[in-house]
């Protein structure tokens, strides 16, 4: 299996525009997770589906975040209007019994 | 709320023993987690242990648990170089996986 596959690697944006980050899980998991690392937060959980439904969207900071997940092999997360503090890595991960993490997306807000 | 702490760094020699310790508070916590994240990389899962296990082995990887006073230690033997990375211990409640709480990582660096 390829693993969990995360677009883009490596995004750098103005401050303003809208970002989609794209998630395709492992073929058969059935819960799907994004977090967000940096250095000053570490790792958070922002949101995390469930044979594709939210069930808990908790962390996710505000109302600019959102995310989804229209079927089992793909789900994203959107940030419109970017702001500077958005750059961090952002992982998406999916698991069956244990989680498998992504490569992340490197997001620069600029 | 939960609440999962790690030193920040930790320097050893290679073919040294490394132990990384990490302190939780959430006395539910029912699975502990360790995670490596090599630069640029997403999160490994290295290894985990229920809470009601003291010590799990795994080839190179020991896990140790001490449940009385929240504290759960990796002890990663002969350490390679190679082993250079974040490790990230991780606590999760009853039905596993679900709301993983991460700490915040300890820096291992490995000299020749």
């Known amino acids: 299996d390829a693993g969990v596959i995360q677009s883009p690697r490596h995004e750098v944006t103005e401050m303003g525009q809208e970002v989609t980050l794209r998630c395709k899980p492992i073929?058969?998991?059935?819960?799907l997770f994004w977090y967000r690392q940096t250095m000053m937060r570490g790792l958070e959980l922002l949101i995390y589906?469930?044979?594709?439904?939210?069930?808990?969207d908790s962390g996710m900071p505000e109302d600019r975040f959102s995310a989804k997940m229209p079927n089992a092999s793909f789900s994203t997360l959107k940030i419109q209007p970017s702001e500077p503090r958005d750059s961090a890595v952002y992982f998406c991960a999916s698991a069956l019994n244990t989680i498998y993490f992504g490569e992340g997306s490197w997001l620069t807000v600029v | 709320g939960e609440d999962v702490e790690q030193s920040l760094f930790l320097s050893v020699r290679e073919g040294d023993s490394s132990v990384i310790n990490c302190t939780y508070t959430d006395s539910s916590s029912t699975y502990l987690y360790w995670y490596k994240q090599e630069p640029g990389a997403g999160l490994q899962l290295l290894t985990y242990i229920f809470s009601n296990m003291d010590m799990k082995q795994d080839q190179r990887l020991t896990v140790l648990l001490n449940k009385k006073d929240k504290h759960l230690s990796l002890r990663i033997a002969d350490t390679q170089t190679g082993d250079s990375a974040i490790y990230f211990c991780a606590e999760s409640q009853n039905t596993g996986f679900q709301k993983l709480v991460f700490g915040t990582g300890t820096r291992l660096l490995v000299s020749p």
């Open positions: 073929s058969g998991h059935d819960y």
């Open positions: 589906f469930n044979n594709n439904v939210p069930i808990d």
